[in-house]
């Protein structure tokens, strides 16, 4: 549980890092969890503030931008065992990026950041962006029968801008029509979005699964910073507090092996 709580603590340290390099005016980044079965409570100041964060679940951290945490804490759900004390720690100001906490090519739980690309999109197309974060080899993705993303590994991604339109997307190992390891589902690639989907879980495992978020207003003629949004109900905003609460802990410690994609 320790090792699982620590992946999130890494991947906003790297935030941390990597923000003020951006140079944006506005943070979007959202945690989503990728893991089965680890469920959390997180405590700010001795108050809970969300609990059991759990498998496909999201949290939009970017209301809190720039603000400082107090007297962090994360406790294995349910309970009053603390896995880890973070003490006071600042979070990000600035920067586009999803976090998801997932399990290696190997079936290890890591963590693997994503720079978001919110470049604009051209009128009457729509972004699909695949991120393959699951226990699984290598695969093509199929959009209505065509390879549309070929030989896609564990930590890596892919994308392409497309004509707005639903396609029917199906996941097979590199090279092969069978089996169909995800799908086929019906995706839908709208005006001027950015559809980014994961595939999470495990083969060996049976548990392979997606979960997937959309960026929004990323048209020729964007009128906003886009804020994002996910289908998978998020939880209180406070929800920051699930990373940062350990950052101090994991830096101490070495932390762990982190894998960082940027588009």
Do not use: C, W
Not at 128 to 134: D, N
Not at 148 to 163: I, M, R, T, V, Y
Not at 221 to 248: C, D, L, R, W
């Amino acid at each position: 549980m320790k090792r699982l709580v620590a992946v999130f603590a890494a991947a906003l340290m790297i935030l941390a890092i990597a923000a003020p390099a951006m140079g944006q005016a506005a943070a979007r980044i959202h945690l989503i969890h990728g893991i089965p079965d680890t469920p959390v409570d997180v405590y700010v100041d001795d108050a809970v503030v969300f609990e059991n964060f759990n498998f496909g679940d999201t949290q939009d951290l970017s209301a809190l931008a720039g603000e400082t945490l107090v007297n962090l804490q994360v406790k294995l759900a349910g309970t009053d065992t603390v896995a880890i004390e973070g003490g006071d720690v600042a979070l990000p100001a600035s920067g586009n990026y999803s976090i998801i906490a997932n399990l290696d090519a190997a079936g290890t739980p890591t963590i693997t950041v994503f720079a978001n690309d919110t470049s604009a999109i051209a009128a009457g197309e729509g972004r699909l962006q695949v991120r393959h974060t699951a226990a699984a080899p290598a695969v093509d993705v199929k959009a209505d029968g065509a390879v549309a993303f070929s030989n896609l590994s564990n930590p890596n991604e892919d994308k392409a801008d497309l004509p707005a339109a639903t396609y029917s997307v199906e996941v097979v190992p590199t090279g092969a029509d069978e089996p169909v390891v995800i799908g086929p589902a019906d995706i839908a690639v709208n005006d001027g979005d950015s559809l980014i989907v994961y595939a999470v879980g495990s083969l060996e495992g049976e548990t392979l699964t997606v979960l997937t978020e959309t960026i929004t207003g990323l048209g020729q003629t964007p009128t906003e910073v886009p804020s994002g949004n996910s289908p998978v109900e998020s939880g209180f905003p406070m929800s920051a507090v699930v990373g940062m609460a350990i950052i101090a802990s994991l830096a101490a410690a070495g932390g762990l092996t982190l894998a960082r994609r940027s588009n």
